[in-house]
Structure formats: C-alpha cells, structure tokens
C-alpha cells in the first residue's frame, strides 16, 4: 500500500471540484481554469486510475460507483488540508512580528511612527528587539522575523534583502546654541575651531565625512565620546558640541529646528535596509517593508520642505 503512487493533485483537485458541483463548467469557475482544462485533468485521472468517473446526464455529469468512492476521500482530504492552511494561517497572523533594530533607529525614528503604524497596519503585532549596533546583528536568531539595520553590501546569502533607503551622514549642531549661528555660514574647515562629539558605535562617521570634504581626523579636536548613537544625539541636542549623524535619525529634530545641518548631507556606501531570513519569510514582512519605504519617502519630502 505504501508505494502505491498518488494520481497528480491538478487532476484530483479538478476531479474533486467537478464532483462536487456536479458540473465540469462550475469546476472550472471555482478553480479559475478553461472548461476543457477541467475535462482534460479529469481525463487524465481517469486514464491514470483506469476506471471512469463520471457519466453524461442531461448537461451535467454523475458520479460512477468509482468516482463516488474517490469523490469521498478527497473531498475529506481536501477539506482537511483547507482546515489546516486556514488554522496555519491565522495562527502566523496572530503570531508577533519580530523585529530586530538598533536602539538609536527604534527611540529616534520607528517609535514616534508606532502609532501612525499600528493606525496603518492594526494586524502587524510587532514586537521589537535592540542590537546595540549595526555590527552586532545575530542574523541567526530562530526568534526574529526581520533586522533593520543600517549595513554595507555583500548582503548575507542566508537573508532577502530589501533596501529602504541610501545612508546620509552630516554634521549636525543644537540650533538654540551659540555654535548654531557661528556655523551656519562656515565653510566645513570651521570644524577645526569646535568642539566635536563622536560614538564609538560608528567611527568610521567623521573619517568619511571628513574625507568627502577635503579634511582629515588630525586636523580636527574631538571632545567627547559616547558608546552609542542615541546618547550622541541627546548630546549635540543639549548644545555640547558638533556630532556625525545618519540624515534619517535627525530629520524630526531638523523639523523642530532642534538641531541643523550646515552642510547637509552625503551618501555613505551603507543603505538603510531590512533583512529577512531566506528560511522563514513572513508573510507580514512585504506589509511593513512597503510602509517603511512609504514612512522614508514622505521623511524626505518634508525634509526638503524645511530646508527650502
């Protein structure tokens, strides 16, 4: 019995269909297909099994002795497998959605978005996680669903990866300080006459900056270090000097005018990214992925609105 193959699933789909209806025409509009297509797969099922199925009566069809036994069993296991799908299916909807991400990307730019989120998507039930930096993501975490990140090509082989947006990095400073006004029409060379804040999280910040604008690190002082982005930020907001920031994580403080951007910004080779594991695609990922991208672009355009 165990090595006794399975007739082809198109056939016993159309077969089912058809037996149901009793109606080769209603099977095919339930499954989407041509008239013949059903005939043809019922055809085949029945040259496969070598018994008819059906028998002509008046415009439709009737079920042999044979075709009622094979229209019993699979019309409980296809009832059975449409159970479980849907049962499979809600339960990964109602099932958190995970999301890894730096601490300095959820408190500075996803956390004010929640509630427009949740408004936009009520049937993401997300639960966010922090890694601490863009080199501290553990891709192979069974319990997260997608990572956020601000990372560099080569992507992971083992993750889908959809890219939201380029990386831009500026100098940014308190608009309330004194340093605000002394900047505001200097030329990048200024920076070597104040306070600079840096992250050990990202020290490749200032150097790349630095470099696309014709200076280098020992030109510069650096005042103060901070372990991450975030505390870099509250810094440069509360007027303690000059930091390196991505655009994206300061695009509402620029809004307010708490802080600004002398000299704009630049792409870095970094993207704004979220990574999906290969294994376990979430069907929720697509939803959020567009609604990030949406988020993003809408950030921009206001952006150029507060700097026009």
Not at 262 to 277: A, C, E, I, R
Request: with cysteine; net charge negative; hydrophobic share 40%.
């Amino acid at each position: 019995m165990e090595s006794v193959e399975l007739p082809p699933l198109n056939a016993l789909r159309a077969f089912e269909a058809a037996a149901k209806h009793q109606s080769i025409s209603l099977a095919a509009d339930e499954l989407c297909v041509t008239h013949g297509a059903v005939s043809r797969q019922i055809k085949q099922l029945e040259e496969y099994l070598a018994v008819p199925l059906f028998s002509k009566q008046g415009r439709g069809v009737k079920l042999t002795e044979a075709g009622e036994r094979l229209y019993q069993a699979s019309h409980q296991a296809f009832n059975q497998l449409r159970q479980v799908t849907w049962q499979l299916q809600q339960q990964q909807q109602e099932a958190p959605f995970v999301l890894s991400c730096p601490g300095s990307l959820l408190a500075r730019w996803l956390i004010p978005r929640l509630d427009q989120l949740k408004h936009d998507l009520p049937q993401l039930q997300l639960q966010v996680v922090t890694h601490e930096g863009d080199d501290a993501v553990d891709i192979h975490n069974p319990y997260v669903n997608a990572y956020l990140s601000f990372s560099q090509p080569p992507w992971p082989q083992q993750m889908h990866v959809i890219e939201l947006a380029d990386e831009r990095i500026g100098p940014v400073v308190s608009g309330y300080s004194a340093l605000a006004e002394q900047l505001q029409q200097a030329s990048p060379e200024q920076l070597t006459q104040v306070p600079l804040l840096y992250t050990q999280s990202r020290p490749q910040a200032w150097p790349n900056w630095l470099a696309a604008h014709g200076l280098t690190v020992e030109q510069l002082s650096f005042e103060q270090g901070f372990s991450h982005l975030y505390y870099l930020l509250e810094a440069a907001v509360a007027g303690l000097g000059v930091a390196i920031a991505p655009e994206l994580l300061v695009q509402d403080d620029m809004a307010k005018q708490r802080l600004i951007a002398p000299w704009g910004f630049h792409n870095t080779s970094g993207k704004l990214v979220l990574l999906l594991p290969k294994q376990k695609l979430n069907p929720q990922a697509q939803l959020f992925a567009r609604w990030l991208q949406q988020q993003i672009a809408s950030g921009e355009e206001g952006g150029k609105s507060v700097q026009n």
